[in-house]
């Protein structure tokens, strides 16, 4: 086992044939060439002809997995206080889990507003900024399902056609809002938090009172909630938006 982990990491610093895996780990030409053919053969090496071997997809998965077990809470705590300590409002982490939004974490906002969230809860998708967020990459047909399912038996704010155009928009735009769809007197600009194969994984928002969020400020609270959701992305891995 050591010695696959010798031949993996020769070929990760540049190695490419084998008699140059060989040569940088010691391992005699015939191993060398049964171990890789090994590997390559498990999808943990790839072989191309006239071009030797390279690291494989199953390790890129592999590593993805890894980003993903990694805790976010953990990595995304500083920049929410960051956050919380610039906006004196509620700041929130959360995650997708069977097609509803479960907060993993909130700071509480320094001002007379009461925030009906808590850690661990669970909150409708398309009444919440981080659950648009959270399904900003998903597709059409599933932006539907999350309508018809968290309108199943409450009035819907708005259409479906509607829904759609505002997740289009929300969608090239980067980031999203709750106008009042949770609670009336609520307002909350959210953004999506990318591991490192760009896919979302979490979303973070700053929520606060009507009273505190009219349109001016929430346009300007866009660029700050998206720079917190790029660091936090950045400690997973992801890569710099353009």
């Known amino acids: 086992m050591l010695r696959g982990l010798d031949i993996l990491e020769a070929i990760g610093s540049g190695a490419r044939t084998v ?3 060989a040569a940088v780990t010691g391992i005699s030409f015939s191993t060398t060439h049964r171990l890789a053919s090994s590997l390559a053969e498990r999808g943990y090496l790839r072989f191309e002809p006239r071009k030797g071997y390279s690291l494989g997809q199953k390790l890129i998965e592999l590593g993805f997995t890894a980003y993903r077990e990694v805790d976010i809470r953990k990595i995304a705590r500083p920049y929410m206080e960051e956050l919380a300590s610039r906006t004196h409002d ?5 995650a997708l889990e069977h097609d509803e939004v479960t907060y993993l974490d909130k ?20 009444s919440t900024g981080v659950g648009k967020s959270l399904i900003l990459d998903r597709s059409e047909d599933f932006w539907l399902h ?16 509607e829904w759609l155009t505002r997740m289009r928009t929300y969608t090239s735009l980067g980031y999203t809002e709750d106008i009042g769809e949770n609670d009336g007197s609520i307002r909350c600009v959210a953004a999506p938090i990318r591991d490192g194969s760009n896919r979302i994984v979490a979303a973070v928002s700053v929520s606060s009172a009507q009273a505190y969020m009219d349109k001016q400020r929430m346009h300007s609270l866009i660029r700050e909630v998206q720079a917190t959701a790029n660091a936090i992305s ?8 353009a």
């Open 107 to 126: 700071i509480p906002g320094k001002r007379a507003v009461e925030i009906s969230s808590r850690i661990g809860g669970r909150k409708p998708v398309c």
């Open 90 to 94: 509620t700041i929130h982490l959360a």
């Open 19 to 21: 008699a140059d895996i």
């Open 234 to 241: 950045a400690e997973l891995g992801a890569r710099s938006p």
């Open 146 to 161: 999350c309508y018809r399912k968290d309108f199943s038996t409450t009035p819907a704010p708005y259409s479906a056609t």
